[in-house]
């Protein structure tokens, strides 16, 4: 009995000892620091504030001033996270920025210069930031040039239009390059990030970012924007054009009354533009609208479902515009995350039989779609 009582007592003790061990391993573990040391060598931002937030869900994390063109915070950091520092506001709209990764170490950064180093993770982003920032303005210079596309020549338009493919297909490279070089660690969310954009431009595969994402470490895979925007492809590629298309509780402007989307489609084809009052894009669109209204108005539903918008300015741009087809509203904001949709305009051609026929058309393409599906 004594033995056995002794032998209780020691796996008590080993018991205690190993939670005392275990709960100084988890302070330990949590009371790691990310120090940022910026430079802001701005005078009119001298003795203004800066915060830095969390990037995922913009919830401020810390404060201070900018004091002789510096400032500093320490942030407690158990997993590593995107951070987004920012100045205060001032006239005109005026602020700096910079993305950062809150990871346990010392960073330094300049918010006029876009500088960052001290971590390895930062290191690499300042990197990838700073090579795709070179391909971008690249870029931009072909996208400026085709401004005066009316002037060239067919050859000179099919070389523009080559080389700029070209530079697309040379940032695409780098951005899988560097995902595939950082998948355990958050830059690989940044070159996420422009891969989501080509595939939303049509210049990357939606499969092959999947798969990417798929073989990604969780930190990846699991950060928020990432999730997110995943989930807007799924939504979108659950109705691209071949699949059928998903009904909608939405409003009749006319009446108020609450109504189904198939109560007008069921059955014919049927043109849908999600737009809104202030996007100038969707009010350039609204005459290519109105053309299709007044030609095949009497073989196709024409429908203005109007999104993102207040009912004042929606009334006004209705009788501004003359939109004399049928005009719905979506009340609940869900139209557009049913689609996957980010950006309006966004007009969809639905067939008959229910089948998405074709997705995001603008300009003349809205015309060539109709007449496709109309036989003509």
Same mark, same amino acid.
């Given at each position: #009995?004594?033995?056995?009582?002794?032998?209780?007592? =020691?796996?008590?003790?080993?018991?205690?000892?190993?939670?005392?061990?275990?709960?100084?391993? *988890?302070?330990?573990?949590?009371?790691?620091?990310?120090?940022?040391?910026?430079? #802001?060598?701005?005078?009119?931002?001298?003795?203004?504030?800066?915060?830095?937030?969390?990037?995922?869900?913009?919830?401020?994390?810390?404060?201070?001033?900018?004091?002789?063109?510096?400032?500093?915070?320490?942030?407690?950091?158990?997993?590593?996270?995107? !951070?987004?520092?920012? +100045?205060?506001?001032?006239?005109?709209?005026?602020?700096?920025?910079?993305?950062?990764?809150?990871?346990?170490?010392?960073?330094?950064?300049?918010? %006029?210069?876009?500088?960052?180093? !001290?971590?390895?993770?930062?290191?690499?982003?300042?990197?990838?930031?700073?090579?795709?920032?070179?391909?971008? /303005?690249?870029?931009?210079?072909?996208?400026?040039?085709?401004?005066?596309?009316?002037?060239?020549?067919?050859?000179?338009?099919?070389?523009?239009?080559?080389?700029?493919?070209?530079?697309?297909?040379?940032? %695409?490279?780098?951005?899988?390059?560097?995902?595939?070089?950082?998948?355990?660690?958050?830059?690989?969310? &940044?070159? @996420?990030?422009?891969?989501?954009?080509? %595939?939303?431009?049509?210049?990357?595969?939606?499969?092959?970012?999947?798969? #990417?994402?798929?073989?990604?470490?969780?930190?990846?895979?699991?950060?928020?924007?990432?999730?997110?925007?995943? /989930?807007?492809?799924?939504?979108?590629?659950?109705?691209?054009?071949?699949?059928?298309?998903?009904?909608?509780?939405?409003?009749? @402007?006319?009446?108020?009354?609450?109504?189904?989307?198939?109560?007008?489609?069921?059955? &014919?084809? *049927?043109? =849908?533009?999600?737009?809104?009052?202030?996007?100038?894009?969707?009010?350039?669109?609204?005459?290519?609208?109105?053309?299709?209204? /007044?030609?095949?108005?009497?073989?196709?539903?024409?429908?203005?479902?109007?999104?993102?918008?207040?009912?004042?300015?929606?009334?006004?741009?209705?009788?501004?515009?003359?939109?004399?087809?049928?005009?719905?509203?979506?009340?609940?904001?869900?139209? +557009?995350? %049913?689609? !996957?949709?980010?950006?309006?305009?966004?007009?969809?051609?639905?067939?008959?039989?229910?089948?998405?026929?074709?997705?995001?058309?603008?300009? /003349?393409?809205?015309?060539?779609?109709?007449?496709?599906?109309?036989?003509?």
């Amino acid at each position: #009995m004594y033995i056995c009582a002794v032998f209780l007592r =020691i796996l008590i003790m080993k018991k205690i000892i190993l939670s005392f061990v275990a709960l100084f391993s *988890a302070m330990v573990c949590f009371s790691q620091s990310c120090t940022i040391i910026g430079r #802001m060598n701005v005078p009119d931002f001298q003795n203004k504030e800066v915060a830095i937030l969390n990037a995922a869900t913009f919830d401020v994390l810390a404060t201070t001033k900018i004091v002789d063109s510096a400032f500093t915070f320490d942030i407690s950091v158990d997993e590593p996270f995107w !951070g987004w520092i920012k +100045t205060e506001t001032l006239s005109g709209n005026n602020y700096y920025f910079l993305d950062v990764v809150v990871e346990p170490g010392t960073v330094t950064c300049d918010l %006029v210069t876009d500088d960052l180093a !001290g971590t390895s993770t930062n290191d690499r982003y300042f990197k990838f930031n700073k090579e795709m920032n070179h391909e971008k /303005e690249i870029w931009y210079a072909y996208a400026e040039k085709f401004q005066n596309i009316s002037q060239m020549s067919e050859n000179e338009v099919k070389s523009l239009t080559d080389e700029f493919q070209l530079q697309i297909n040379k940032m %695409v490279d780098l951005a899988q390059s560097v995902f595939l070089a950082n998948k355990d660690n958050l830059v690989a969310t &940044k070159a @996420f990030d422009f891969l989501a954009e080509m %595939v939303g431009a049509k210049s990357f595969d939606y499969s092959e970012l999947s798969a #990417m994402l798929a073989d990604a470490a969780p930190i990846v895979r699991n950060y928020p924007k990432v999730v997110k925007k995943m /989930e807007q492809f799924d939504k979108l590629y659950q109705t691209v054009a071949g699949k059928p298309y998903i009904d909608l509780d939405l409003k009749d @402007f006319k009446t108020k009354k609450p109504v189904k989307l198939s109560k007008y489609i069921k059955g &014919k084809i *049927a043109l =849908i533009d999600f737009w809104a009052s202030w996007c100038r894009p969707c009010r350039a669109e609204i005459p290519n609208i109105a053309q299709i209204y /007044e030609k095949y108005g009497k073989d196709v539903v024409v429908i203005s479902l109007n999104v993102w918008d207040q009912p004042t300015a929606q009334a006004k741009a209705i009788k501004d515009l003359k939109m004399n087809w049928l005009q719905l509203t979506d009340d609940t904001k869900n139209a +557009t995350n %049913v689609y !996957g949709i980010e950006g309006i305009p966004h007009i969809m051609l639905i067939g008959k039989d229910g089948t998405i026929l074709a997705r995001d058309l603008r300009g /003349e393409e809205i015309e060539a779609a109709v007449k496709k599906a109309l036989g003509k």
